[in-house]
């Protein structure tokens, strides 16, 4: 496979924990040693909806090893599932009732001395229902769309403007559901220490979210709650929030006495865990006739679960990405029997961009502009929505990069007419946008006597590279070569952070890192008579003092100038395609990514970061597609064979470049968040580039050669 990019990988400190996750040496949460662990199973409805009529586990509990099934006949209360509000809609409750929402949910968890023989008792495990009507399928099912809570429809200026423009674009586009499927399934082992005292390993993006809802699940004191989770591998927004099969586990380790191990399955990470829920979109675009954008009108109906409103922001891509004086969206949820949805990166954007870009592809060829220029004229100066000016904008920047790096000027506009050894050759382009958030963290950073600098903070890393941007920036601030720094996260016993989510972590922790490295600066400056010491004196300062270390505990966050502006990511994706005329394959032949993420922290992980959202892109454009067989409501491909992710030979090339310009008002490094953007706008650029390629538009993802052909 051709592979050249090694070449171009910038300079910048390597991945700090690199090492021990390519040996082995990083533990992930189902691999921590707990003394005297079980192991827990679930076992999942065979129906889709209706109600357990009876349950039989008597051969599974005399089955060799097993200490527990458990069931909602015998499941232990619950408190918080007592004390919530009495609203019909509300998180899955699990083991709470009779009522089965969904094919796949849990029924029971078999809980023995080995996992084998969890998983044994677990097929022994029978029930018998009562059978009720259900829907899965959104495409017949679009008319009961309702508004979900407080939702009110946007309109700016005057609601389907576009109708009256002498040039228009009326189409419907959708996307499937796409399941995170990241490397490491769902996992927590639980263990109670005390009566009201519990430590959780468990996957999850956020170790004080997760201390936080399970300590009210189990209405303990959140200080009682110790959840660790030092590497997460990968996790997209599936671990986002808590989940019932982690309540399971705690759960389970209150019945049976010991500590309580549940890994979720590849088939239960499509039903336990979330997914980014199919859609249905109808884009309406009217322009001049010089290509001024006179009116968009976007349309989105989503699927949620049966119990659950989920919702996220499919059309406001539309109210935000270009100047436009009439703009209107709405946006719908329908009520399925599935699972609840949850964020999947680019969290609603990611959805409403491969509609509003493939259009502005479409507005593009009818009037005859070059997608770029399109973009161009319609470029918003200021937010749309708000009338704020932006923190920063440098989104021209990006798409002149792009376009010189690709060699954007010697596309043939014209779709169908270019071939490559056989194969039709296309290119195309989109863009992307994700709000820049800043929130609140604290950490602790302390100088030793020997000059190593020690940092802690409860933060979690997904993969990203938490650690070495962390890393970059102390060592930046305290001049300290990165060797001596010592980054510490994902324990809820450290110093409150957020959840790593909403491309908002680098802004966010790294600034309280900057903030304390500044302090301890200022505390060495004090302590050398009011004159700055060079970092090399650092330890002499503290030896001289006798002071075995200097600590400095900072809690930052943005102050009233985070109102002020319009803070957003931007990102053009442009993409090659060879598209085989006998049998529709599509092959990505090159990919380039240009994101304006303000000052770019870390430069091989943010590099590693726009490459990994590009993949994720060209997956969703080509193949991913979670199916469900809607005459029994159930899932058909939940597992890897079928359920497609690309792999090594689906992907080329690609290449990430940044216009690198600081943003003056989100946070002192000048950074602005990268994960969304990274994966916004990617699935357009691909269907673009296969118009280009090909003369045909597939707007129903993922484009498999039947689409094509
Ligand atoms: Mo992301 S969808 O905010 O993990």
Known sequence: MENTTSEKVPAGLSRIDGRMKVTGGAKYSAEYQVAGVTYGVLVGSTITSGSIKALDTKKAESAPGVLSVITYLNAPK????????????GPFKIFYDNKIYFNGQPVALVIADTFERALFAASLVKATYNVA??????????????????????VKGSEDAYKTAPVKVEQEYSIPTEVHNPMELGATIARWDAADKLTI????????SAQRSIAQAFNLQPDNVHVTAPFVGGAFGSALRTWPHEIAAALAAQVVKKPVKLVL??????TSIGYRPQAWQKISLGATADGKLVGITHEATAQTSAYEDFTEGVVNISQLMYACPNVNTKYRIVSLNVNTPTPMRGPGEATGAFALESAMDELAYALNIDPIELRMRNYADTDPQTGKPYSSKFLNDAYKLGADAIGWSKRNPKPGMVMENGWLAGYGMAAGMFGAYRGSATVVARLLA??????????????????????????????????KINFKLGDSNMPPSPTQGGSSVTATVGSAVSDACNQLKEKLKELNGNSESA??????????????QLEVTVTSKGGP??????????????????????????????GLSVADAGKIVSPKTARSQMIGGSIMGAGMALMEEAVIDHRYGRLVNNNFADYHVPVQADIPQIEA????????????????????????????????????????????LPITPDKLV
């Not at 009507?133 to 946007?154: I, M, W």
């Not at 399955?265 to 499509?270: E, G, K, N, P, V």
Request: aromatic content about 8%; cysteine-free.
């Open 201 to 208: 390993y468990t996957k999850t993006q956020g170790v004080k």
């Open 450 to 483: 020997d000059g190593t600098l020690h940092i802690e903070t409860a933060v979690t890393d997904i993969g990203p590279g938490t650690g070495t941007a962390m890393t970059t920036i102390a060592s930046e601030v305290m001049g300290i070569s990165s060797d």
């Open 657 to 700: 470049l940044f216009v690198n310009k600081p943003d003056p008002y989100l946070n002192p490094m000048g950074s602005k968040g990268m994960g969304e953007i990274a994966t916004i706008g990617v699935a357009a650029a691909v269907a673009n580039a296969v118009f280009n390629a090909t003369g045909k538009r597939v707007r129903d």
């Open 561 to 590: 100038e985070l109102g002020k502006y319009a803070m957003y990511s931007w990102s053009v994706h442009f993409i090659k395609v060879l598209v085989n005329p006998a049998t529709g394959v599509v092959k990505i032949d090159k």
């Open 78 to 89: 619950i408190p918080g599932y007592q004390t919530d509000k009495p609203s019909p809609k």
């Open 133 to 154: 009507t259900f829907q899965t399928n959104l495409k017949s099912n679009l008319s009961s769309g309702v508004s979900p809570r407080n939702g009110k429809d946007y």
């Open 265 to 270: 399955s590849r088939a239960d990470m499509f």
């Open 535 to 548: 970092s090399s004196g650092y330890a002499q300062i503290l030896q001289q003092h006798n002071l075995p």
